[in-house]
């Protein structure tokens, strides 16, 4: 390493950790005792994950009961969006709070009918870092990054990724205006996890959404 | 409310930020000494915060002894990047948090000969949530937004606009062909702060750049 250029490596753990897997167990065997799918469903902000929820919901809500949970800081905006297709949602704002954990979701829960549903999305808060640390007990964790995020997002986020159940590569109808290189991305997931699901997608246009909905098992 | 819209407000409070906010005031007075004008750069990932700060650097680095401290969960991607322009570097890697804080900073700064320097760029960790948090002792705190964030950005972030000094519209050139509806966004801003600065600008081209330079002071 040359004088120029300097690393600090600063490790800080938390352990809140703990307490956070212990309700995420509980909330996983409440969905699995009433027969729930439950995915979570995180990203940066603007990368088109409430988009992403309105086109599952818009192909998916005849043949299941869906719920949707958003989490936001302050708006209801997305549960607002999603509500308009007709499903039922649940807004959780967490003020300052970067993400959601399942505490939060078991709050959530507290008057909610769950017999009521058979699939619940649940929209984490818009950050590709904070809600990859606490499982809130869903299924399965897709994380929705999206061609307008610059080339590097994959790269700067290895924990993110590895935590991960699926990649969904969004507003791919995007990369040739903005001259994405999706391969390169593609690539960079595979060094991270050469196994890992990757779906690529529009939510506006539709595309690769009946694969990805395969792939799901809905 | 319907019944079918449910609101959770869950309130997070955090001891952390009164100690921090004294390593920011000890950052502050060595800087002050120094005779150092320090910028943190915050915003989320993707929004062209190298970009905008490697576009400063080539404009300033003639006029000015500058020195850039990049924060990132693990890369030296944007610390190299800004090296590449003869510009002197400082890589904090946080590992898993999500912002840099004032303490991180102290220790970067251990080793540094704060004498070399008039200008220090900080750019944050891509996260448009928690650095807006934690006060790093700089005098001036730039939001980076994009117009690929989407239309919602700034109504999903209150407290990260209120605690801003100036908003930088980066990427100014995409809005048109992502149909982005710039003047709805700087009324969003407006909303939060009548009197907040604001800047719309491309790092890729140079528009707004000498303005944004201007307005900055230097």
Redesign the interface.
């Known amino acids: 390493m040359t004088d120029?250029?300097?690393?600090?490596?600063?490790?800080?753990r938390?352990d809140l950790f703990g307490a956070n897997e212990d309700a995420a167990a509980l909330n996983a065997t409440l969905f699995k005792e009433h027969g729930i799918t439950v995915i979570d469903i995180m990203g940066?902000?603007?990368t088109?994950k409430t988009q992403l929820i309105e086109t599952l919901c818009e192909t998916l809500r005849e043949q299941y009961k869906i719920l949707m949970i958003a989490g936001?800081?302050?708006?209801?905006?997305d549960?607002?969006r999603v509500?308009s297709h007709d499903v039922?949602?649940?807004?959780?704002?967490?003020?300052?709070?970067?993400h959601l954990d399942a505490r939060?979701i078991r709050?959530?829960l507290n008057?909610?009918d769950l017999s009521k549903y058979d699939l619940i999305f649940i929209e984490n808060?818009?950050?590709?870092?904070?809600p990859a640390?606490y499982s809130l007990g869903a299924d399965m964790k897709i994380v929705v990054v999206s061609v307008?995020?610059?080339p590097?997002?994959i790269?700067?986020?290895?924990?993110t990724i590895k935590r991960a159940d699926m990649i969904v590569i969004n507003k791919i109808d995007?990369a040739e205006?903005?001259e994405f290189d999706v391969d390169a991305l593609v690539k960079d997931i595979r060094e991270v996890d050469a196994n890992l699901s990757v779906h690529k997608v529009s939510s506006k246009t539709g595309m690769g959404i009946p694969e990805l909905i395969k792939t799901l098992g809905l």
Request: charged residues 15%.
């Open positions: 120029q250029h300097k690393t600090v490596n600063i490790d800080i938390q940066s902000v603007g088109g936001d800081l302050a708006t209801n905006i549960a607002d509500g039922d949602t649940v807004q959780i704002n967490t003020g300052t709070a970067c939060m709050v959530a008057d909610i808060v818009g950050n590709l870092i904070c640390g307008t995020e610059g590097y997002m790269r700067k986020h290895p924990l995007l205006v903005l």
